[in-house]
C-alpha cells in the first residue's frame, strides 16, 4: 500500500503538458540553430503508459502516438476509440513477431520496425485494402551488433524493391534507433550514416519521405542529422510503469 501511494505522489510530478510545450521548444530552438526546414513531427511513445496520460496529451494536441507491445496496444487502442477518441493515428515501433502481423496490419497506421521481408509478406496479405495500404518504414539496425532490432545496409536494397512491390504497403521511409553510449560522437556517426542513405532513397522513390530517429536521450543529434519523426516518450510521460 505505502509503496502504490508513493507511485501515485511520484505521477503527480509530471506535467504533461509542459513537458509537451518544452519538447516543442527544444525541437524549434534545435531546428532554428541547425537551419532546418522541413516539418519535424513529434511521435509520444506511450508504450507502458496509462490511458489517462495519452488523453491528456491528447488534449494537447498530439493525435500521433506510439506503442511497442501489441496486446497492450490493442487494449489501449479500442479502449480510446469506445471513448470517442477515433482520429489518434497509431503507430507501431516495437519488435515485430510474425505470429502477431494479422493485428499489426490493422490497428495502426504506420509501422516503423519492418526489418525482413516474411513480416513484410504477411502484413501485405493481412492488411484489409479497405483500408488504403499500410504505410511501413525499414528500419535499420544501426550499432551492427547482431542481436539488435533492424536489418543491415546490405539487406535495405533487396527489401525496398520488394516492399515496392506489394499492393497493400506504402514504403514511406527508414528508422534508426541509436546505440545506447555515453560517447555523443558515436551516435552523430550512426544518424549521419543513415541519413546519407535515406536521402539517396528519398531522391529515387515516390512518398520516400519519413526519417524516423532521435528519442528522449538524443534528439538534438536526430534533429540535426535530417530525423523527420522524433519518438519520444520518457521525457513526455516520465519513467513508463
Ligand atoms: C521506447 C521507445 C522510444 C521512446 O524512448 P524514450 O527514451 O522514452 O523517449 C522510442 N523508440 C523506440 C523504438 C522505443 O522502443
Redesign the pocket.
Known sequence: MIMQNEVNKEQKFINIAKNIEDTLSVIKHTRSKYNINHEIKLLC?S?KQSIEKIIQAYECGQRDF?E?YINEAIDKIEALNAKGYTDINWHF??PIQANKTKYIANYFKLV?SIDREKILKRLNEQRDPLKGPLEVLIEINLSGQEQKSGCTYEQLESLINYAQGLENIKLKGLMG?GTLSDDPNLTDQEFAQLFEVFNKYKKQLKNFDILSLG???DLISAIKNGSTML?????IFGPRG
Open positions: 511513445v508504450k506510439g511497442s515501433i516495437g516503423h534507433i528519442m528522449s536521450h519518438r519520444i516518450g520518457s521525457s
